[in-house]
């Protein structure tokens, strides 16, 4: 049991760029999220999916699209990437059995030049 | 303001101190309270919950919440080096499908 996946652990772009940051999980959870963490301002959420088809924006969606590919696979494509997106990426699933417990991928760390 | 505020520390305290985390929050419809430990260069992982007020201990790690002062707190007896990391507070409502984190606080504890 790998639990979440994050892929890559670490990358470096030149504004402008594009990448698709990579997760998956395999505990059949039905709900997946992207978050950042930046110093200072905890954990922030991007976008979510709440089962596989659905996608919903979160607090900070914008530069950012998001596919959720089947119920394992959650990939975050940053199109045109900007300074402002340099910053530590999370992933994280969350099964029925309890709400309360998202679980994390170990992040990918991203600057942006 | 963020609905979930948490003092950034950081906080360096000496083995076997009790060390005592804490949160305030502003959405009254918040109804679940989470304490994540995030270790460096790791994810988050889930410490301890509790629903609504009240306590709950769990070894030596005491999750309280306060709802009609809005405060959270997250109390660790006899600290110990491993306990070294970053604490993150969170909360949600029943109809919220997504967490609101704090920023999180650094902690240190000196052997």
């Known amino acids: 049991n790998a639990g979440v996946t994050q892929t890559p652990k670490f990358q470096v772009l030149k504004t402008g760029q594009s990448m698709t940051l990579q997760c998956a999980q395999d505990?059949?959870?039905?709900?997946m999220y992207w978050y950042r963490q930046d110093p200072g301002m905890g954990l922030r959420l991007i976008y979510y999916s709440a089962s596989e088809g659905t996608t919903d924006k979160g607090e900070v969606p914008n530069g950012y699209n998001v596919s959720r590919l089947n119920k394992r696979e959650f990939s975050l494509r940053l199109e045109s990437a900007a300074p402002s997106q340099t910053s530590v990426y999370f992933c994280?699933?969350?099964?029925?059995?309890?709400?309360?417990?998202?679980?994390f991928g170990p992040g990918t760390r991203l600057t942006v030049l | 303001q963020k609905e979930v505020e948490q003092d950034p520390g950081p906080l360096s305290v000496p083995e076997g101190a009790i060390v005592s985390l804490n949160c305030t929050y502003s959405?009254?419809?918040?109804?679940?309270f989470m304490w994540y430990r995030q270790y460096s260069r790791k994810g988050p992982e889930l410490l301890m919950y509790t629903y609504s007020s009240g306590n709950k201990e769990d070894g030596r790690f005491t999750a309280q919440v306060d709802k009609s002062s809005k405060y959270i707190s997250l109390f660790i007896r006899d600290s110990q080096p491993s306990d070294s990391a970053t604490y993150l507070c969170a909360s949600y409502s029943g109809s919220a499908r997504q967490l609101t984190f704090g920023s999180g606080t650094q902690l240190t504890v000196l052997p």
């Open positions: 959405n009254s419809a918040f109804q679940y």
């Open positions: 505990m059949n959870h039905n709900s």
């Open positions: 994280a699933s969350r099964g029925a059995a309890n709400a309360n417990e998202q679980f």
